[in-house]
């Protein structure tokens, strides 16, 4: 499966800004879908993620409240809608797929289909 991200760019703190993911086959479902992020220098860090089909999204502590997971199975599209950015989310943002459900969502090696990633600044 081929995954493709897009949406990110630079924002000022405060503003929204909304990342799309499109899958070229439909794998969502059966294989789960996830978001994680990453900054210069630092560790892929957990974003958000749903595993089953039926389940609801779980997120990184440093984004509830602000983030939201959605996804359009018809398009094989799922989305991360961030509001109120801060510059600590300045990083390379990346959805994945095929989850192995041995592991924990949160660890990025969990995870073994990426996409490119896209990149969201946001100044202060």
């Known amino acids: 499966v081929q995954l493709v991200e897009s949406g990110g760019g630079l924002v000022q703190a405060g503003d929204s800004l909304r990342l799309s993911c499109t899958a070229s086959?439909?794998?969502?479902?059966?294989?789960?879908m996830s978001w994680f992020r990453q900054a210069p220098g630092r560790e892929r860090e957990f974003v958000a993620a749903?595993?089953?089909?039926?389940?609801?999204?779980s997120y990184g502590e440093s984004v509830k409240g602000r983030f939201t997971f959605s996804r359009e199975n018809a398009e094989n599209t799922m989305f991360l809608q961030m509001n109120n950015l801060k510059p600590e989310d300045t990083a390379v943002y990346y959805c994945?797929?095929?989850?192995?459900?041995?592991?924990?969502?949160?660890?990025?090696?969990?995870?073994?289909?990426w996409g490119q990633g896209t990149l969201v600044t946001v100044s202060s």
């Open positions: 086959e439909n794998t969502f479902n059966t294989e789960g």
């Open positions: 749903i595993t089953w089909s039926g389940g609801s999204a």
């Open positions: 994945a797929t095929d989850y192995d459900h041995r592991y924990d969502e949160k660890y990025a090696t969990s995870w073994h289909a």
